[in-house]
């Protein structure tokens, strides 16, 4: 081995350790840190050096823990999600630099950088491989800068794109919707992810983006979650009841595996809970073990030959004299301080990627430091199995490990409680779940592989353990981890736990807990998610009881994803009235959330997932609130799409309106000071009529409302209100009605209450016609003056010169009686002149013998 170069050892220390500390900056890192705290330290060796044989020990634990005998190639055969045909598992994240993923930009990062740089503590961020556009940029610089909260602003599409997936997919393809919504979510937080990390620290509006940024990663995984964990379920549902396993004598330990894979869900889906979580963490690191340092013990090579030297004057402290992996154990001396940094460096390095399920790329890792054995090490849990046991006429290759239990055993004496590492809910929940897995196919192996006597057994308290989903979340909930017991109680979290428990029933009283509790404080995409889930699960048909016959019938005629358990109950253990409650209130508030926030496209849609009456009193109560002409008629071509009942519900709109002010009459003599004037509620009265006149089949129903409407109006002495809601009323409507009539073959006469709502819109009219027109009045008083004066005049010089002198005097009775009152309109020049005429009549009679009113005179 070629000579080490040569490091000054307190500056190469001091430097590596705040390198160090700056690696393991990030919160899923810091927990490796607490291997530091844990150690016993020898007492010749600086106190911020770790104990390397209690580094070892860790790691064999989580070995022990980690890699299971559960062989990943096991599980992927019998691949569910091959089975159903909807593709693989959802797409994961690839990224060549997350927190871990760039040393060389982490090592520039001081203690302080860290948390600006990476706001969001608790998952990381999520780096996009793909090149910048500018365009992208100057759009999230423009977001940045304009907007308080730009998280939000950046995140409304979600609602959008969530509705847009669901109505292009069909019940069939349920779990391409779930990735759909997934691959929605990892696009969102790339978005955030790149707001964030261009933020200045300490900004608010950025904590409140990196919080968001936070809430979509734990949506994006729970969606991940969902549908690996419901394909299996769904797929076991569908196996046919009467399946069993043929039990193969001589079967290996990887035969026996499989079979329990294939037959136990319980097994099955524990093992898809720890590749959920180990998908996780393998998104967060991202890809770093290519930037990992390691000197393979060149430090003490170096000192070791340095000491043969005659002319050596450096220390003499005890070191070991062999380089094999043995030697500090064997000959009980310590290896060089550096070297030893670096090896405690590499077992974490080692122990993050198991974390993310990289066994194999922790092998390489291995290798490529020189330290082959250590990958070695990392193959003694793979199954044993000989192909050539039943014979053959071809050797095979034989896999795994004969003496996997030897290992095994090993392992468990070096190890230590690994919970002191798992400070985080999602570690801890793998840690217990990884336990879980491990013990359930030792166990099976132990009762259904045939061995040799072993000379040592694993603790009885290992192989009896009996491990159930509930137990696994008891335990959590009994940890004295205060983080642990936080995250908790984490909305995601409490989802996850449900949805890992298969119980719907919890999930649905969580729901209801959280609704009465902070209806109007839940984030907008907690309910948009809370939303989407119900929907998922009325997809399956969760809330549908049906026998067995009813449901073969339904999956090979439709192929709808149904479910069936003994006595028709649901499989998931439904109360199919519960769920629904809840169901619709979570609905309701999400549709309340869409109007608030005027995401007026999207709500029809989400109506008609509601029972009939509740739909229309949902969607009556959003109309009242629409205004505009044109997008009144919008929102009802977007009714119209979502097949809502948009009869009752514009007629609903208009009652409610109408009956707001629903006073009692008052006379018009009990009302001298009533107030005729037109208000803004008034208005809304007269433009609800609107609803009612888009569609011709409503106008027997625009009649009824808006003779309802104008009563109350003529009644308040509001006779301009009255007529505007007239006008309102398309002037074709009778004649619309009887039509509408006729076409549906009725000889019949109109039903009563449509002909009397005929018969009361012609009253109103007539009566609205007769009112007071005081322009009218007025001209008529100036017509009556002007032209009835010149006529009693015309008339008097007609009968006047055609001798009628007796008729003449007759004009005086009629200017003077009181009945029509005609005096009024002469003036007195016109008075004076209509008596100087009728005194020449008056002379003629006393001409012709008779009195002056043309009467003979009596002697």
């Not at 999930?507 to 009465?516: A, D, T, V």
């Not at 989407?532 to 005629?557: A, M």
């Not at 009714?639 to 709109?653: P, Q, S, Y």
């Not at 055609?802 to 008075?831: I, N, P, W």
Request: proline share 3%.
């Amino acid at each position: 081995m070629s000579s080490p170069v040569i490091r000054e050892a307190e500056v190469t220390r001091t430097a590596r350790k705040q390198s160090a500390q700056k690696r393991f900056g990030h919160p899923k890192m810091k927990f490796l840190l607490i291997l530091h705290q844990e150690t016993r330290l020898s007492p010749e060796l600086p106190a911020h050096f770790d104990n390397l044989a209690h580094a070892f020990r860790i790691l064999f634990t989580n070995l022990f823990l980690v890699v299971t005998p559960t062989n990943r190639s096991l599980l992927r055969q019998p691949d569910v999600f091959c089975i159903l045909g909807t593709g693989g598992r959802s797409p994961r994240l690839t990224q060549s630099s997350g927190f871990l993923g760039n040393l060389s930009m982490v090592t520039n990062l001081d203690d302080s950088n860290w948390a600006a740089a990476f706001s969001s503590q608790r998952a990381g961020l999520f780096t996009n491989t793909e090149p910048h556009s500018v365009t992208e940029d100057v759009t999230l610089s423009a977001v940045m800068l304009r907007e308080d909260d730009p998280g939000e602003a950046a995140s409304m599409s979600m609602f959008s794109d969530f509705l847009q997936s669901f109505l292009k997919h069909s019940s069939t393809t349920v779990f391409d919707l779930v990735e759909e919504y997934e691959n929605i979510c990892i696009s969102q937080v790339n978005i955030l992810s790149k707001i964030v990390s261009r933020a200045t620290p300490g900004l608010q509006k950025f904590s409140k983006t990196a919080s968001m940024l936070w809430l979509l990663q734990q949506e994006m995984v729970t969606w991940r979650l969902l549908a690996s964990l419901y394909r299996d379920r769904i797929q076991s549902a569908l196996e046919d009841e009467s399946m069993f396993v043929i039990t193969v004598l001589n079967a290996s330990e990887k035969a026996v595996v499989e079979a329990l894979f294939q037959r136990d869900s319980l097994v099955r889906q524990s093992q898809l809970v720890v590749d959920w979580l180990e998908s996780i963490a393998k998104d967060e690191i991202g890809d770093f073990s290519d930037n990992i340092e390691f000197y393979a013990k060149e430090n003490t090579l170096h000192t070791l030959k340095q000491r043969q030297l005659s002319s050596y004057i450096g220390s003499v402290r005890p070191l070991v004299t062999e380089l094999d992996p043995d030697a500090p154990i064997r000959q009980k001396m310590p290896l060089d301080d550096l070297d030893r940094e670096d090896e405690v460096r590499l077992l974490k390095y080692l122990f993050t990627l198991i974390r993310a399920g990289m066994t194999e790329e922790a092998q390489r890792l291995c290798k490529r430091c020189g330290q082959a054995w250590r990958a070695a090490t990392l193959e003694g849990w793979k199954l044993y199995h000989d192909p050539n046991v039943n014979g053959g006429t071809e050797l095979e290759h034989v896999e795994g490990n004969p003496y996997r239990c030897i290992w095994k055993i090993s392992c468990w004496r070096m190890a230590e409680d690994l919970l002191p590492v798992c400070d985080t809910w999602e570690d801890t929940v793998w840690a217990y779940f990884r336990v879980m897995v491990d013990s359930l196919v030792e166990q099976e192996i132990r009762t259904s592989v045939i061995t040799l006597d072993e000379t040592e057994e694993l603790p009885r308290e290992y192989l009896e353990a009996n491990w159930t989903l509930e137990k696994v979340f008891e335990e959590l909930q009994a940890t004295d981890k205060k983080r642990v017991l936080e995250e908790n109680q984490e909305h995601y979290h409490i989802v996850q736990k449900f949805l890992i428990l298969g119980d719907i029933d919890g999930l649905m009283e969580e729901f209801s807990k959280w609704l009465s509790k902070s209806r109007s404080n839940l984030p907008g995409h907690l309910l948009r998610f809370m939303t989407h889930l119900i929907l998922f699960f009325r997809t399956l048909g969760l809330q549908t009881k049906v026998n067995k016959n009813e449901l073969y019938t339904l999956l090979y005629k439709t192929d709808a994803l149904y479910t069936y358990c003994q006595e028709n109950m649901l499989l998931f253990g439904c109360c199919f009235l519960e769920m629904e409650e809840v169901s619709i209130e979570v609905l309701k508030t999400y549709i309340q959330l869409l109007i608030n926030e005027k995401h007026t496209n999207l709500i029809a849609f989400y109506t008609c997932h509601l029972p009939q009456d509740l739909a229309v009193a949902q969607y009556a109560l959003f109309l009242e609130g629409v205004t505009e002409f044109e997008q009144r008629h919008h929102c009802l071509e977007l009714a119209k799409e979502a097949d809502l009942d948009i009869a009752t519900i514009t007629k609903t709109v208009v009652e409610n309106i109408r009956k707001k002010d629903n006073g009692e009459f008052s006379h018009h003599d009990l009302a001298p000071a009533l107030d005729t004037g037109t208000t803004e509620e008034d208005r809304l009265k007269i433009d609800v009529i609107d609803w009612l006149v888009f569609d011709p089949s409503q106008r027997a129903e625009a009649l009824k409302q808006g003779n309802a409407i104008m009563r109350k109006f003529l009644a308040s002495k509001k006779h301009e209100a009255a007529k505007e809601v007239f006008v309102k009323i398309p002037q074709d409507s009778i004649a619309e009605i009887y039509n509408q009539w006729e076409e549906q073959g009725m000889e019949s006469p109109l039903p009563a209450e449509d002909d009397n709502a005929i018969r009361e819109h012609l009253c109103i009219r007539a009566y609205l016609d007769a009112e007071e027109d005081h322009e009218r009045t007025y001209q008529m008083v100036l017509l009556r003056k002007l032209c009835l004066p010149m006529l009693c005049f015309l008339l008097h010089t007609i009968l006047h010169s055609t001798g009628q002198y007796q008729e003449c005097l007759q004009l005086a009775d009629m200017v003077s009686s009181e009945r029509h009152k005609l005096y009024l309109v002469f003036s007195k020049e016109e008075l004076r002149k209509l008596l100087q005429k009728l005194r020449e009549s008056s002379l003629m009679l006393l001409d012709q013998g008779l009195d002056p009113l043309g009467y003979e005179i009596q002697s």
